[in-house]
Nanobody, 113 residues
Framework: QVQLVESGGGLVQPGGSLRLSCSASGSIFGFNTMGWYRQAPGKQRELVAG?????SINYADSVKGRFTASRDNTKVYLQMNSLKPEDTAVYYC?????????WGQGTQVTVSS
C-alpha cells in the first residue's frame, strides 16, 4: 500500500510562484506515471504534469512554459511560476501502477490579488 502526502499549497498573487511537493511512502517500483492533477470548482479533474520512469514529462498545454515537474526517487515536485487566477484549484499528487491508481489528499492553490 502506498500513501501520498502533498505540501506547499497556499495563497499567492498573480504572477507569483509556488512549489508543491509530494512524498510517496513505500516502494514505487513498477510505476507507470507519477505527477500532478488539479480540480477547480465546478470542473473536472485534469492532468497538470505526469512523469514516466524514464523521465519523460507530459504537461497540460495551459501550464507549458510556466510549470516544471520533477521527480527524485519517491518524491515529485511541481514548480509553478507566473501563476494566473485560472490556476486556482486543488492540486492532487497521482501515482499510477498497472494494477492501481493512488491519489494524495490534495492541496489548495489560490491565485488572487
Amino acid at each position: 500500500q502506498v500513501q501520498l502526502v502533498e505540501s506547499g499549497g497556499g495563497l499567492v498573487q498573480p504572477g507569483g510562484s509556488l512549489r508543491l511537493s509530494c512524498s510517496a511512502s513505500g516502494s514505487i517500483f513498477g510505476f507507470n506515471t507519477m505527477g500532478w492533477y488539479r480540480q477547480a470548482p465546478g470542473k473536472q479533474r485534469e492532468l497538470v504534469a505526469g512523469i514516466t520512469p524514464s523521465g519523460s514529462i507530459n504537461y497540460a498545454d495551459s501550464v507549458k512554459g510556466r510549470f516544471t515537474a520533477s521527480r527524485d526517487n519517491t518524491k515529485v515536485y511541481l514548480q509553478m511560476n507566473s501563476l494566473k487566477p485560472e490556476d486556482t484549484a486543488v492540486y492532487y499528487c497521482n501515482l499510477v501502477f498497472p494494477w492501481k491508481n493512488y491519489w494524495g489528499q490534495g492541496t489548495q492553490v489560490t491565485v488572487s490579488s
